[in-house]
C-alpha cells in the first residue's frame, strides 16, 4: 500500500483564496517532498522538508512537517487559476534505498478565476 | 543542463507485445529509479539502479525489468504486455546532494 495518503482528494477555490492540502505517512522518514503534476504529465519537485524541521518556505508555498502525527501540510498561498493541478506528497522513508519514494494519491486542485 | 530525458513520449502496444522505455538522467546523476502511474493514482516505485546496479525492486512481476548503462542511461523493459499495464511511466534521477528530478513520462496504452 502506498506509504502517503492526501487529504482532500479534490479541493476547489476561487483565485485569490489559500489552498491548504495535507498528508498523512506510516512509518519514520528521512525527509517528506511535495509535487506537482499537471494532467498527467511529469512531477514538478516543490519542496522539501527533513524530518529535523518543522516549517519550510518557498514563495507562496508554506510547507509544514509534524513527525509525532506523521502528518504535513501544503499551504498555497494566494492562489491562481495556473496553480491547478494534482499535488503529492512522497516519503523518502529511513528503511528505503535511495530513489524510492513512497507517494500518495494526490489532491486535485482547481482554482477558478 | 538538460533535465531528465525519456523516450518514447507517447506509445501503443497490443497486448502480449513487448515494450522497451528509456531515459537519460541529469549529467552527474548515477542513480534512476522508475514508477509507474495508472489513471487516478499516484506513482509506485518499480526499480532503482545505482552505479548500473539494482539496488531496489517494487511490487511488480517478473515480466518487469530494466537496466542501467555505463553513461547511467537506463531502460524499463516490460513483456507479455497486459492491459493493466497501461500507464504513465516516470523516471527520475537523483543525487545525494541534490534530490530527485523526474522526466515527463512515457504514455503506454496497451489495447
Known amino acids: 500500500s502506498q506509504q502517503g495518503e492526501e487529504d482532500p482528494q479534490a479541493l476547489s477555490i476561487q483565485e485569490g483564496e489559500n489552498a491548504t492540502m495535507n498528508c498523512s505517512y506510516k512509518?519514520?522518514?528521512?525527509?517528506l517532498q511535495w509535487y506537482r503534476q499537471n494532467s498527467g504529465r511529469g512531477l514538478v519537485h516543490l519542496i522539501l522538508?527533513?524530518?529535523?524541521?518543522r516549517e519550510k518556505h518557498s514563495g507562496r508555498l508554506r510547507v509544514t512537517l509534524d513527525t509525532s502525527k506523521k502528518s504535513s501540510s501544503l499551504l498555497i498561498t494566494a492562489s491562481r487559476a495556473a496553480d491547478t493541478a494534482s499535488y503529492f506528497c512522497?516519503?523518502?522513508?529511513?528503511?528505503?534505498?535511495?530513489?524510492?519514494?513512497?507517494f500518495g494519491r494526490g489532491t486535485q486542485l482547481t482554482v477558478w478565476p | 543542463d538538460a533535465g531528465v530525458t525519456q523516450s518514447p513520449t507517447h506509445l501503443i502496444k497490443t497486448r502480449g507485445q513487448h515494450v522497451t522505455l528509456r531515459c537519460s538522467p541529469i549529467?552527474?546523476?548515477?542513480?534512476v529509479s522508475w514508477y509507474q502511474q495508472v489513471l487516478g493514482q499516484g506513482p509506485q516505485f518499480i526499480f532503482q539502479?545505482?552505479?548500473?546496479?539494482?539496488?531496489g525492486r517494487g511490487n511488480f512481476p517478473d515480466r518487469f525489468s530494466a537496466r542501467q548503462f555505463p553513461n547511467y542511461s537506463s531502460e524499463l523493459n516490460v513483456n507479455a504486455l497486459l492491459l493493466g499495464d497501461s500507464a504513465l511511466y516516470l523516471c527520475?534521477?537523483?543525487?545525494?546532494?541534490?534530490?530527485?528530478?523526474f522526466g515527463s513520462g512515457t504514455r503506454l496504452t496497451v489495447v
Open positions: 527520475a534521477s537523483s543525487h545525494p546532494n541534490y534530490g530527485y528530478t
Open positions: 512509518t519514520s522518514i528521512n525527509n
Open positions: 522538508i527533513r524530518s529535523n524541521e
Open positions: 512522497a516519503t523518502d522513508s529511513v528503511s528505503s534505498t535511495l530513489g524510492r519514494l513512497y
Open positions: 549529467s552527474g546523476h548515477k542513480s
Open positions: 539502479y545505482y552505479e548500473k546496479e539494482e539496488r
